[in-house]
């Protein structure tokens, strides 16, 4: 039997419908964010509850409130004159045939509400358990017990986003989303993995010295380490695939523009960087950052401002202190590389993470993510072309999504409109490849970007600014805001967009012992879960 939670009164398709909570219902067990059902004639309408109020028949009840003690007239006044409302906001409405579709209508006057079960969470977001391996479980509803899928297909669409204030659980819920992804080969990822949290293990806050595994230790024939300091990863217990290094003649001046910032550069400087490039090609960098004592002379020889080349001169520098950058006698550069061996790994079906071990400066983060990220999306864009001449299925490309954190800035207004990773959100994965984008400052990522991403997973946002970013391009939004703003400050989340039927709030599903051992067997979870309760 369902269990009844109220009573539409009145409302709107565009405001949300206002229930009356029933009295037998301990008002404390509604929460924002709760997941609940209204059975009108012919339709299910499925809402979320948006915000709580409590209500009286008549103004003068609270003139005299009665005392605890007048146990009586509490109990008649609860019957008739004091009662609690729920706003609810319906996201999507089934039929009789157990059709979805978008709400147009709203169910008549003292409609039931039930509270959703397990039933409508399957019919609503799939089932782990459906032979496509389309649906993931990512977490449940508040207060069920009963899994919410991301559907990967769709979810491999796009670009898709996950934010939420720093320690909400990002890292954690991109961990889980990959391990989705992967498991069910539904995209081929490349991880920029800034703080080493992804490949091996990684340590989780709470007990002391506790530690969570890592993709490559969940999917070790399905992920390949590439690393940039391979003694940090060895010392971590774990050998890389590859180790990186990469010559100064893969650095283009395209990927300096993302640096800007945060080198400070001016345009002038940049537009030297330019003048050197049309000169020396790809031997640019190597020949500026040999210049010592003769930078004047080489700004002669250039046409360029003396000042300008010793500024970029200056900044570039740096680049040298980065032990995995390794010069090659000028003109004997071939354009094969460990990039190269990056994409017979992804041609594979395997995935690679990016670990930067100690080198976790913003700088070395946006070059070298840059540096690669362009140059497999030029592979991505020939082995599209060519797909699309020979249109034979086997030349088809494998969807590839790029996961980068701190995305802001990779994908600010400035940056966005020039680099890389603005082209490949804006190009909406014309060429197989889309972006797994992870912030805490959503605010600061172009909005055009933010209004491209399929869906987003949204963890506890506090600053208007960024819960104003995440909405933007969404519907009545106003009631979202109040969810979001209160979801716990762990392991909570909003999903929405184009890989969930309808907003959802959930518990985040818990990436533990219990998780690995879904990963690792062909079983889903609830079947391991079943599979358990029959062992005892
Ligand atoms: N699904 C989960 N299963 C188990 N533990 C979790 C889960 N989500 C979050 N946690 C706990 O919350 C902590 C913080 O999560 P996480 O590191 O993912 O936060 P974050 O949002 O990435 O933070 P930061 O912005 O600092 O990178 C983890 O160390 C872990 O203890
Ligand atoms: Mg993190």
């Known amino acids: 039997m369902k269990k009844i939670v109220g009573h539409i009164l009145l409302g709107s398709l565009t405001e949300g419908l206002l229930m009356r909570i029933s009295p037998e219902i301990n008002l404390e067990e509604i929460k924002t964010g709760k997941f609940v059902s209204i059975v009108g004639v012919d339709h299910a309408f499925f809402s979320l509850i948006t915000d709580l109020t409590l209500a009286v028949s008549h103004p003068d009840i609270l003139l005299f409130p009665p005392t605890p003690q007048e146990t009586f007239l509490n109990d008649i006044l609860r019957k008739k004159d004091i009662y609690a409302t729920a706003q609810l906001k319906p996201m999507l409405m089934l039929n009789k045939q157990q059709q979805k579709m978008p709400v147009k209508t709203i169910p008549a006057h003292f409609s039931t509400v039930y509270e959703a079960d397990s039933k409508d969470v399957a019919a609503i977001f799939g089932n782990e358990d459906d032979v496509s391996k389309r649906y993931f479980n990512i977490g449940c509803p508040l207060d069920m017990n009963t899994p919410v899928c991301l559907d990967l297909d769709k979810l491999t669409e796009r670009s898709n986003g ?4 720093t320690g ?3 890292t954690f819920l991109t961990r889980l989303v990959l391990a989705g992804l992967i498991k069910n080969d539904k995209a081929v990822n490349i ?5 080493s949290e992804y490949g091996l293990q990684s340590r989780t806050e709470g007990k002391s010295q506790s530690f969570v595994k890592g993709l490559k230790t969940l999917f070790p024939g399905k992920v390949a380490i590439f690393s940039l300091d391979p003694d940090s990863t060895r010392r971590r217990g774990g050998m890389p695939d590859v180790e990186i290094s990469l010559p100064y003649q893969a650095v283009q001046v395209d990927d300096i523009l993302s640096l800007q910032d945060e080198l400070n550069l001016h345009s002038t400087a940049l537009e030297c960087a330019y003048l050197i490039a049309a000169k020396y090609k790809k031997d640019w960098l190597q020949v500026l950052l040999s210049q010592g004592d003769s930078l004047k002379e080489f700004a002669q020889e250039l046409g360029a401002h003396p000042e300008s080349i010793a500024a970029l001169f200056r900044k570039l520098k740096r680049i040298e202190r980065l032990p995995f950058f390794k010069p090659v006698a000028q003109g004997a550069y ?3 590389s460990v990039i190269d061996q990056m994409m017979e790994y992804i041609a594979k079906g395997t995935s690679v993470i990016v670990e930067f071990g100690n080198f976790t400066s913003t700088f070395c983060y946006l070059l070298v993510a840059n540096i690669i990220t362009r140059r497999i999306h030029q592979e991505y864009v020939d082995k599209t072309e060519k797909f699309l001449g020979s249109q034979r299925s086997e030349d ?9 954190e701190e995305a802001h800035k990779f994908l600010n207004p400035a940056a966005a409109r020039q680099t890389i990773f603005g082209i490949i959100a804006r190009e909406m994965r014309k060429y197989y490849v889309s972006l797994l984008v992870v ?5 600061g990522i172009d909005q055009e970007i933010i209004s491209q991403i399929g869906t987003k997973i949204v963890a506890q946002l506090n600053d208007e600014k960024d819960i104003a970013a995440v909405l933007t391009g969404i519907n009545n939004a106003a009631n979202l805001r109040t969810i979001l703003a209160s979801l716990d400050t762990k392991k909570q989340a909003l999903l929405l967009g184009h890989a969930v039927a ?3 709030v959930v518990q985040t599903r818990e990436y533990d012992e219990h998780f690995y051992r879904a990963m690792s067997t062909t079983l889903t979870s609830q079947q391991v879960d079943v599979g358990i309760k029959e062992l005892f």
């Open 439 to 443: 912030d805490q400052r959503p605010s």
């Open 396 to 404: 088809e490309p494998k969807k590839l999504m790029i996961c980068i």
């Open 168 to 170: 909400t659980g990002k």
């Open 502 to 504: 309808m907003p959802v």
């Open 334 to 336: 071939k354009d094969h």
């Open 191 to 195: 991880i920029f993995d800034m703080h």
């Open 162 to 165: 996950i934010f939420g204030k």
